[in-house]
């Protein structure tokens, strides 16, 4: 779904990714790469094509793409560098475009690891009337894209069923990207009055909420 944002467009895609298409960027938020291989670390049943599937669902936006920077807006990585790594350092060798880490809480790694391997480690990034974080933060004029939260929203039905999905979380001068990452979770929003939410169903961007 394309959506302007301070009369310049953003494509909305499935994954949870957002593309701006005059800078040709695409943001991805909280991956957390890792977390698949922490869990089984600690006893935590996780299927096995779990891992796999991360590094093919950044292939494939990227591949739809075909950014020219790639911008990983936080929470890359779950923890400390484990087996994931080395898929990860695989991924980047074939990922064409420049990438950037805006750093996260959880991306503990040394950012020598990341610059090693071509990857630039920012706190932040500030271009044009934009402002690019990984914790959700208000500034001056700026629009922020941040993640952090995991986004999610419930929907229910006139027989009392309920559906859990992910989604985008626009105020006024905020989008909050949804978590990309396989077992992330969702952390449930309440909508207020001025709020757009775009949810995530299968392989469409709905709109739930319009202000």
Same mark, same amino acid.
């Given at each position: ?17 957002? @593309? ?147 989604? @985008? ?10 978590? @990309? ?31």
């Amino acid at each position: 779904m394309t959506i302007t944002i301070q009369n310049q467009p953003f494509i909305l895609h499935s994954s949870g990714a957002l @593309f701006w298409e005059t800078k040709k960027w695409l943001l991805i938020s909280d991956v957390h790469l890792g977390k698949v291989s922490h869990f089984r670390k600690h006893g935590v049943a996780i299927p096995n094509n779990a891992i796999e599937e991360n590094f093919n669902r950044l292939t494939k936006v990227v591949e739809f793409f075909k950014p020219e920077k790639v911008i990983f807006l936080g929470d890359l990585f779950h923890s400390s560098k484990n087996t994931e790594w080395n898929l990860f350092e695989d991924w980047v060798a074939c990922c064409v475009g420049e990438i950037i880490l805006i750093a996260g809480n959880h991306d503990i790694i040394d950012e020598k690891q990341y610059t090693d391997i071509g990857i630039q480690i920012l706190q932040f990034l500030e271009v044009e009337d934009y402002l690019l974080t990984h914790h959700p933060t208000e500034k001056n004029v700026f629009f922020n894209f941040c993640g952090h939260i995991h986004p999610g929203i419930i929907l229910r039905g006139l027989g009392g069923q309920s559906l859990k999905l992910p989604c @985008f979380f626009q105020k006024a001068n905020q989008m909050i990207l949804p978590a @990309f990452g396989e077992f992330t979770g969702n952390h449930l929003m309440r909508p207020a009055q001025d709020n757009i939410i775009y949810a995530i169903a299968k392989d469409e961007i709905i709109i739930v909420k319009k202000n």
